[in-house]
Every structure is written in structure tokens, then in C-alpha cells.
């Protein structure tokens, strides 16, 4: 079963939260807002490409829209003196009529973050560098930052290869099935001149019910006393 499941929908709603944080005020008006949803992350990620963003946070009132952008680089999404983002605010607000508020929040460790990680292989895939040589960088760089284990898997026609193969490597643990593992997932995809090349990464950044689960966007552990061990035989 944990091979098969995907870790972040495994945990939703157990350990982390939502990604889009809403309720419709009527039945029809859900898929309205989810393809919308879904609009404004696209349209996100491919305009600050650069920005190495992890994920999209989306809240909704009765008032406005509120956009959290969790990126490694925060600056190229704000611009000198806010212009950028202000341009950003100006864009969403006209494609959607809605009122929008876009905030940024930094991401500290972005070698331990599995968004992070799967794009800058993708970049280093589509500048046709080994594929080998950049699993194990990728790989070696995460267990340095904190990771407690990273696992990337890569599909495609590696190499210029004529027929299409999987490539994966592995170094510490990534129990996919205990869920107080904090165990993230990222997917993205290098366009190549043979073909797409998909790279999934899972990285295990410690436990939820500690203080070791780091700082990542998904780091929101829940808060457990402890009780007291039992003393005497049984």
C-alpha cells in the first residue's frame, strides 16, 4: 500500500492541512472555484519559473482572495520596491474580477524541499547534463541539508536513449506508510528534445510529533503531551 499511495494526500487532513483552505456557499459554485483554483496556480508557476516555487496557499473570505506563494526565491517574485508582485496583484485581479492579495513566504532549507528539488533536476536535465551525475548530486545535497531520507525517481528517454526506462536512487529511510513521518512528495517534468522526462522526489524531513520536523511549508506538527512512562513491573 505505501508504495502506491501518495504521501501529501495520504496525510491531508491528518497531519497537514489544505492547500485551499474554502467553502463554497452553494453546491454549484464548487467547481467554479476549484478550476479557478487550479488557474491561479498554473498561471503562478509558470510566470516565476524562476522563483523555484514549493507550493500555492490558497485562502478565500467573503471579502477577498489571499495567495500565499512558498518560494526559495522571494525576491524575484516581489521585484524592486514591490513592483513585480504589485504587477502580479494587478493580473490576477483582472483575469478572475476578484479581489486578491498575494503574500510571500521564504523557504529556508530548499535542498530538503521536494518541489524545490524535482525543478532544479528538471533545469539541470533540460541544460542536458548528465542524468546520472545529477541524481547523485541532488541526492547527496538533501541528506547534507537535515533530510532524514530522499528517494528520486526519474521516467523517460534518459540520455537521448531510443527506448524509455526508469532511473531511481535512494539514501536514508522513507517510511511512506507511518504518518507521523513527515514525508513530503514533488513532481516536475524536463522538456527535452527527445521527449518529457517526469522527476518524482519524496524526502522524509523527520517526524510531525517532535521538534525535529524542520521548517518546510508543510512543517505544522501537531502539539502532543506526553505521558508519564508507567514505573513497576507488570
Known amino acids: 500500500m505505501g508504495q502506491k499511495v501518495r504521501p ?10 489544505w492547500k485551499s483552505q474554502w467553502s463554497a456557499s452553494a453546491k454549484k459554485e464548487f467547481p467554479e472555484l476549484l478550476l479557478e483554483d487550479k488557474k491561479i496556480r498554473t498561471f503562478i508557476n509558470k510566470e516565476y519559473k524562476a522563483a523555484m516555487i514549493s507550493m500555492v496557499r490558497i485562502e478565500r473570505t467573503r471579502e477577498k482572495v489571499i495567495v500565499y506563494i512558498h518560494a526559495a526565491k522571494v525576491g524575484s517574485i516581489i521585484g524592486q520596491k514591490g513592483a513585480k508582485i504589485d504587477e502580479l496583484t494587478e493580473k490576477l485581479k483582472d483575469m478572475f474580477n476578484r479581489e486578491i492579495e498575494v503574500k510571500t513566504i521564504e523557504v529556508h532549507r530548499p535542498q530538503t524541499d521536494p518541489q524545490i528539488l524535482s525543478r532544479e533536476i528538471a533545469d539541470n536535465l533540460e541544460k542536458r ?17 537535515g533530510a532524514r531520507g530522499v528517494r528520486i525517481q526519474m521516467s523517460g528517454r534518459l540520455g537521448g536513449a531510443e527506448m524509455a526506462r526508469c532511473e531511481s536512487g535512494m539514501l536514508g529511510s522513507i517510511p511512506l506508510s507511518t504518518l507521523r513521518s513527515r514525508v513530503e512528495y514533488g513532481f516536475s517534468e524536463a522538456s527535452t528534445p527527445q521527449g518529457n522526462i517526469g522527476i518524482k522526489v519524496w524526502v522524509n524531513n523527520g517526524d510531525y510529533l517532535t521538534e525535529e520536523s524542520g521548517d518546510g511549508p508543510n512543517a505544522q506538527a501537531r502539539k502532543v503531551s506526553k505521558k508519564p512512562a508507567r514505573s513497576g513491573k507488570r
Do not use: P, Y
Request: avoid cysteine; hydrophobic fraction near 35%.
Open 8 to 17: 501529501t494526500g495520504f496525510r491531508t487532513g491528518v497531519m497537514i492541512d
Open 129 to 145: 547534463q548528465s542524468f546520472r551525475r545529477t541524481l547523485k548530486r541532488a541526492l547527496e545535497q538533501a541528506m547534507e541539508s
